[in-house]
């Protein structure tokens, strides 16, 4: 079998796969069980383009599959669905995949490391424990607020809280039936912060050994969590043209609904990699009350637009061109050089 180009469709325990020869012409189609992938692969006795769509165990099953000796291309599977044929099924989806790989304006997902990915793991990690926090956090105000009880937004207030469960409690007239609820309440917070706490030190030192994280953070509104969360998901920054397709990449740009030669921008399309961007819009809110710490142009630029648009917009207009940095950080080299503020430092 002349095979040379191969799709497959994942699964967690049977596989589709869709094989064509140099000619196009469909050389194999089969059903393979989870242990006879790797044994099918090693078996073809040539290097065929494989692709596959970028989704749970892509990024293992590539990494398996190059060791093989084979070219593996990941897609974005929005970028697959259009070359699907009528009906939707484990064999047309592989057919799918098959055309789709051998398409030159096709693009590709950079297969990770699994240093990358396990870093990733945990920034998911404390993203969903963040989350969780924030849960308790409204429930245990919410609760207390039946009762009277009101403390002020932010760290402090939740301290005092939590200090007047746990440690006051007889003191607040609050009927003893809800002391098992809020108590419980109290200690899970308690403990989410104490894991959130130990993987960002996890974090921070993962990022003090990753010279392109280190760079990264060079750039104002970029810190450890960014920085490394950044390195991670993009290893190869060649695979954008430009630091503004990076920045369309994150869905920082405007969507447009542009027809007959007349443009029509709206808001930002919050496409690509949310986690990444809300941590740049993040940065960029924190940095417009600290403006000294950008270049004398990006902070003319930005008192100009906060002159005559909201807040809001302009730090998310910021979080672009710190993204846009971030690129030219990446594939260029270098760090983030703000001769103003070091000369003020």
Excluded at 182 to 191: H, K, N, P
Excluded at 216 to 238: E, T
């Amino acid at each position: 079998m002349q095979i040379t180009t191969i799709g497959v469709d994942l699964a967690k325990s049977v596989f589709q796969v869709h094989g064509v020869d140099a000619a196009g012409e469909v050389v194999v189609r089969r059903r393979l069980r989870r242990a006879q992938v790797l044994p099918f692969f090693a078996g073809l006795g040539r290097r065929c383009l494989v692709g596959m769509e970028a989704c749970a165990s892509a990024h293992h099953w590539a990494r398996e599959l190059m060791a093989l000796g084979h070219a593996v291309r990941l897609m974005p599977p929005a970028y697959v669905k259009p070359y699907v044929r009528r009906q939707k099924n484990d064999a047309a989806d592989a057919a799918a995949i098959c055309e789709a790989v051998s398409r030159p304006s096709m693009r590709f997902v950079p297969v990770k490391t699994t240093e990358a990915q396990a870093m990733l793991s945990l920034h998911r990690t404390r993203a969903l424990l963040v989350k969780n926090r924030t849960m308790l956090v409204n429930a245990l105000r919410a609760h207390l607020s039946e009762f009277g009880h009101v403390a002020a937004q932010g760290q402090g207030g939740l301290a005092a809280l939590v200090a007047l469960v746990e440690k006051r409690f007889a003191e607040t007239g609050i009927p003893a039936m809800a002391a098992p609820a809020l108590i419980s309440l109290a200690r899970q917070i308690r403990l989410l912060s104490g894991e959130i706490g130990a993987l960002e030190r996890g974090i921070r030192a993962a990022h003090a050994k990753d010279e392109a994280s280190r760079r990264l953070a060079s750039i104002p509104s970029i810190g450890p969590l960014a920085a490394s969360a950044i390195a991670a998901s993009v290893p190869d920054a060649g695979q954008f043209r430009s630091g503004r397709e990076f920045a369309a990449w994150l869905g920082l740009t405007p969507r447009q609904s542009s027809s007959g030669g007349k443009e029509r921008l709206g808001a930002i399309s919050k496409k690509g990699n949310c986690y990444l961007r809300s941590l740049l819009v993040v940065g960029a809110t924190s940095i417009l009350r600290r403006r000294g710490a950008l270049s004398e142009e990006h902070r003319a630029w930005l008192e100009r637009l906060l002159a005559k648009k909201p807040a809001r917009l302009a730090s998310v207009a910021l979080a672009n061109k710190v993204a846009r940095i971030a690129w030219a950080v990446l594939a260029r080299g270098g760090v983030y050089r703000n001769e103003a503020a070091q000369a003020a430092a």
